[in-house]
């Protein structure tokens, strides 16, 4: 776990309560790391995980939680037996009541939702509907079910701040009123950047020979490795347009994807007279998470400060939707709306599966998420109930297209 070197070992005692979905993750440390340089601050209710029960024991020693959950219930038996043989009082629960439990408790103020993929959704939700700070960096949960995601932020009027680096500096680079609507404070369209990933120049018969580490290794970004996948196809960007149309209630026609590859603007907002304000540092996630912790006021996240003398130059171009198709069918869906975008969110969560598998070329996946789409009928998506049923036909039919050699 990254300990910052600087920090004195000190578990945080501070008044703000967080709980972090997801913290054996690359967002859920360097959360960790953030609360480490804050411990007069912020308080850590609740850590979960999966099942890495080796790192989760870990941190629940070093940030001495009330709670801890795995998902898996061998695996939270594993940890409840290390951190009493420890001598902790960190209590162990396991499954999705208790990803929910520990988004929900009176003492929590904040929950980091980092939980990766359509896991995260119902633990987000139990935490919008406890009228929690939401940090949210699980976008799949705003692919997935947008509408009625932001239905009930506004019904519990929830604090939300985003995390995905993006979304982030959108919300920095936006008045504070943008709720009221882009066109009346002003806002003609947002510019969405794009690293282009760790193949952005390569061939269309270079990319149908990637391999899952290839696919893994971002030029700017450390991250999981289902988003490191979908950076790679740009799938990533793709679900970022859906996330951003729902967090600033704008439409995709609004929202230009810039190729970046410097990754040091993080997202622009362009203004009805001519003016573009963005949000610009260095690529490390402790910055937005930092931001969205601290917000309205400002925190230090142990993130260097930017040296434009090292960067030198910063470019900037239109992406390609022949070699990245992920990112055509990510508009489509969402001008399609329904639950046109949990199928999509679905079929790809299963093809980057297969492909990290090796079961699935790297250039199939877009394939597997179109057929797809076209094989499951779209639905309202006004009931979480129907959301949930067409993900799970269309994992089936996924499944099946992998399985049949979809190429
Ligand atoms: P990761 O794979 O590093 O970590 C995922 C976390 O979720 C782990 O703690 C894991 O134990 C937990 N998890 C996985 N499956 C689960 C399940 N079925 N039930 C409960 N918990 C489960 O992922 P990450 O890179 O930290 O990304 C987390 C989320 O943040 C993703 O939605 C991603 O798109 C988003 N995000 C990440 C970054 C980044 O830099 N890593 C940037 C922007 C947005
Ligand atoms: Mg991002």
Not at 160 to 167: A, C, M, R
Request: hydrophobic share 45%; aromatic share 4%.
């Amino acid at each position: 776990m990254a300990v910052p070197d600087d920090t004195p070992m000190i578990t945080p005692h501070g008044s703000v309560g967080v709980t972090v979905l997801g913290a054996t993750g690359s967002i859920g440390t360097s959360t960790l790391d953030v609360i480490a340089r804050h411990p007069d601050t912020y308080r850590v209710i609740a850590l979960t995980a999966n099942r890495q029960v080796e790192l989760l024991v870990e941190q629940c020693l070093r940030f001495a939680p009330e709670f801890a959950v795995c998902v898996d219930e061998r695996a939270a038996q594993q940890s409840s037996d290390w951190l009493k043989q420890a001598g902790s009082q960190t209590q162990v629960l396991s499954g999705v009541e208790g990803l929910e439990r520990v988004a929900s408790l009176p003492q929590v103020d904040q929950v980091m939702a980092a939980i990766v993929g359509a896991a995260g959704l119902y633990p987000a939700l139990a935490a919008v509907r406890a009228g929690k700070r939401v940090l949210l960096a699980n976008k799949e949960a705003l692919v997935m079910s947008g509408q009625i995601f932001i239905d009930e932020v506004r019904r519990h009027n929830v604090e939300l701040l985003p995390i995905d680096s993006e979304h982030n500096a959108i919300f920095q680079s936006m008045p504070v009123n943008f709720g009221e609507g882009l066109a009346s404070v002003g806002v003609r369209r947002i510019l969405l950047t794009a690293s282009g990933g760790p193949f952005r120049h390569a061939t269309a018969d270079e990319l149908a020979r990637v391999t899952p580490a290839q696919a893994c290794a971002h030029p700017n970004w450390s991250m999981g490795r289902k988003i490191s996948v979908d950076s790679a196809s740009m799938m990533n960007k793709g679900l970022e347009l859906i996330e951003a149309c729902w967090l600033f209630d704008t439409v995709p026609d609004s929202v230009q994807v810039v190729i970046h590859p410097q990754s040091v603007i993080h997202s622009l907002v362009e203004y009805v007279d001519g003016s573009v304000l963005a949000q610009l540092g260095n690529p490390d996630m402790r910055t937005p998470i930092a931001h969205a912790m601290a917000w309205p006021q400002r925190m230090d996240s142990g993130v260097d400060s930017l040296n434009l003398f090292d960067i030198a130059r910063l470019d900037f171009a239109e992406p390609d939707m022949q070699r990245f198709p992920c990112l055509r069918l990510a508009y489509e869906v969402m001008r399609t709306g329904g639950t046109a975008p949990a199928i999509l969110n679905a079929a790809n969560e299963v093809a980057v599966q297969a492909f990290l598998d090796e079961r699935l070329a790297f250039t199939a996946i877009p394939v597997v998420i179109e057929k797809t789409l076209e094989q499951v009928d779209c639905n309202e998506a006004d009931v979480l109930d129907v959301i949930i049923a067409d993900d799970q036909l269309s994992r089936v039919v996924a499944e099946r297209l992998v399985a049949e050699g979809v190429r």
